[in-house]
């Protein structure tokens, strides 16, 4: 509690004042009544191109799967997951690629079995990237993946791939993430040549026999498997079939410990390390004090998906502070390899509020 006293012959001018709080965690609480019975776990874009992009995201049960999407919140248009019925949904949006227009703003939510994810209200917005020429001639790899012990094929599973630059010739650094999704026989095809850049403004330059592939799969309920790198000599040939990505439960995520600083008038920033067992991280915010991430209310900011840029990783929300008719507090959630399980980061608060003059 804040507490003025009066001192004579001092005259007092108005102020703004700036006080973070860290608020303990409150333990977590039943479901209300009448509360979905899908959750929806995990919205993640990758793909992004001029002409389309993909939407993928888990459910706790099996449910069917669909993108309402637009330039406008008003959405307008859907495209339904290919897949019936699935806990791990793929959307390629939209079916057309006719449909959508280069370098323009795209907002979408997404809904399965009578829940949705608009993200609060705010919706998910993502930019498609510019037309490029015809891509280069590239390469086709596949692979299979298994449940847990390695014989059962595992269908309908996400697989996530990105291409890292191993000898500094050719694009730099990481490529964006791009997915597909295993068949009934728990295999998987993924083209090389129309890979973009992580800004999607052109084309990944890659290396063939020297650069790297990071593959994920995400098999909700089943698990996850991972391989990084893959062996270049892998893809060397025109169409390589990769080692078999097996299930198994992932590692649990850490909580994040966050720092908040008021930067400026108006500005916050929001700093942690990354730990190891934690492949993505999430900046929620909400009005709400004990913020939760995918309650009502809160609001996805921005996330980070490995590789992490470097070795603390950083957000600045800005018009934030300095209106004491809005204060906002934060959670950073980190999620497991799979996508499913989250350890989130303390709460921290922003409270502006005004001290006017007076005698008590």
Do not use: C
């Not at 776990?41 to 992009?53: C, I, L, W, Y």
């Not at 949006?93 to 939510?109: K, N």
């Amino acid at each position: 509690m804040l507490h003025r006293t009066s001192r004579p012959h001092i005259a007092y001018r108005s102020l703004l004042a700036f006080l973070l709080l860290a608020l303990a965690a409150l333990p977590a609480q039943a479901a209300p009544a009448g509360r979905d019975a899908v959750t929806i776990s995990k919205v993640f874009v990758t793909g992004v191109r001029d002409t389309r992009f993909t939407v993928s995201w888990s459910t706790d049960v099996a449910a069917d799967g669909y993108v309402d999407w637009g330039t406008t919140t008003a959405l307008g248009n859907i495209t339904a997951d290919a897949v019936a019925s699935a806990r791990t949904h793929v959307v390629f949006v939209p079916d057309d690629p006719a449909a959508l227009t280069a370098s323009t703003t795209y907002y979408f939510r997404v809904r399965s079995g009578g829940a949705t994810d608009d993200n609060a209200g705010d919706f998910y917005s993502v930019t498609t990237g510019p037309t490029l020429g015809i891509p280069p001639t590239g390469k086709t790899v596949w692979g299979y993946v298994f449940q847990a012990g390695g014989v059962t094929p595992a269908a309908d599973v996400p697989v996530y791939l990105r291409l890292e630059d191993n000898n500094g010739a050719g694009s730099a650094g990481a490529s964006q993430w791009v997915a597909a999704r295993t068949d009934s026989s728990g295999v998987w095809y993924l083209s090389l040549n129309n890979v973009r850049t992580a800004s999607a403004g052109a084309y990944f330059t890659f290396s063939d026999g020297a650069d790297k592939l990071h593959l994920i799969a995400r098999g909700a309920t089943l698990g996850a498997a991972e391989l990084n790198p893959v062996t270049p000599a892998a893809y060397t040939s025109g169409a390589a079939q990769v080692a078999n990505l097996i299930l198994a439960a992932p590692v649990a995520p850490i909580a994040p410990v966050v720092t908040a600083t008021v930067v400026n008038a108006t500005s916050l920033k929001l700093t942690w390390p990354p730990q190891a067992t934690d492949f993505d991280y999430e900046v929620w915010r909400s009005a709400i004090p004990y913020v939760t991430p995918q309650a009502a209310g809160s609001h996805r900011r921005v996330e980070f998906t490995l590789p992490y840029p470097s070795a603390t990783l950083a957000f600045t929300d800005t018009n934030t502070v300095g209106n004491p008719a809005a204060n906002w507090f934060y959670v950073v959630r980190g999620y497991d390899l799979g996508g499913t399980a989250a350890a989130d980061s303390v709460a921290q608060g922003v409270f502006s509020f005004a001290l006017t003059p007076g005698s008590q």
